[in-house]
T-cell receptor, first 113, second 109 residues
Framework: GAGVSQSPRYKVAKRGQDVALRCDPI?????LFWYQQALGQGPEFLTY????????KSGLPSDRFFAERPEGSVSTLKIQRTQQEDSAVYLC???????????FGPGTRLLVL | GQNIDQPTEMTATEGAIVQINCTYQ??????LFWYQQHAGEAPTFLSY????GLEEKGRFSSFLSRSKGYSYLLLKELQMKDSASYLC??????????FGDGTTLTVKP
């Protein structure tokens, strides 16, 4: 079956622009996670949804970052007024209710110039 | 704070065995995961431990000691395709997982 998909795969933004990153989780997965991965580092937790409820957003680095999952399936991570330090790969993952395994999407590579 | 330590790099020979260690100090513990990540690709799940002991899955095994805050990933019969980054991650609660920075394994012929 289809895995987790993310779009766009690559995004170049000028500093100060707003961007929106999309994640389509595996069908039926109730849990959805967003991570930020800088070059040479492990993924850093950003936020977590269970269905449409955002249960943990403690990892969002600033109020410029906003995530939503209004119907409990597709999720969007929005970054307002992008800064150069926002350049990273943004990974989305989903899991079923038992959460033994997270399935990751291919990521969106964001470059802010 | 949260801290996960694993070696930055390791090198091993094709056909050999390698052990990648991970130590952790986290505010909560709800399982430890190992992921494989090839350059430019997404992490893929390798193993999950929530109880102490060894979990074996083909050429890969993972061990956990919760009292010591310690895990290792054992890779046997190394193949060239095993060259990748190996990430140790602790799930602290239902949502949040903390990852180490990964161990880059190079397998040489």
């Amino acid at each position: 079956g289809a895995g987790v998909s993310q779009s766009p795969r690559y995004k170049v933004a000028k500093r100060g622009q707003d961007v929106a990153l999309r994640c389509d989780p595996i069908s039926g997965h109730v849990s959805l996670f967003w991570y930020q991965q800088a070059l040479g580092q492990g993924p850093e937790f950003l936020t977590y949804f269970q269905n449409e409820a955002q249960l943990d957003k403690s990892g969002l680095p600033s109020d410029r970052f906003f995530a939503e999952r209004p119907e409990g399936s597709v999720s969007t991570l929005k970054i307002q007024r992008t800064q150069q330090e926002d350049s990273a790969v943004y990974l989305c993952a989903s899991s079923s209710e038992n959460q033994e395994t997270q399935y990751f999407g291919p990521g969106t590579r964001l470059l802010v110039l | 704070g949260q801290n996960i330590d694993q070696p930055t790099e390791m090198t091993a020979t094709e056909g050999a065995i390698v052990q990648i260690n991970c130590t952790y100090q986290t505010s909560g513990f709800n399982g430890l995961f190992w992921y494989q990540q090839h350059a430019g690709e997404a992490p893929t799940f390798l193993s999950y431990n929530v109880l102490d002991g060894l979990e074996e899955k083909g050429r890969f095994s993972s061990f956990l000691s919760r009292s010591k805050g310690y895990s290792y990933l054992l890779l046997k019969e190394l193949q060239m395709k095993d060259s990748a980054s190996y990430l140790c991650a602790v799930r602290e609660n239902a949502g949040k997982s903390t990852f180490g920075d990964g161990t880059t394994l190079t397998v040489k012929p």
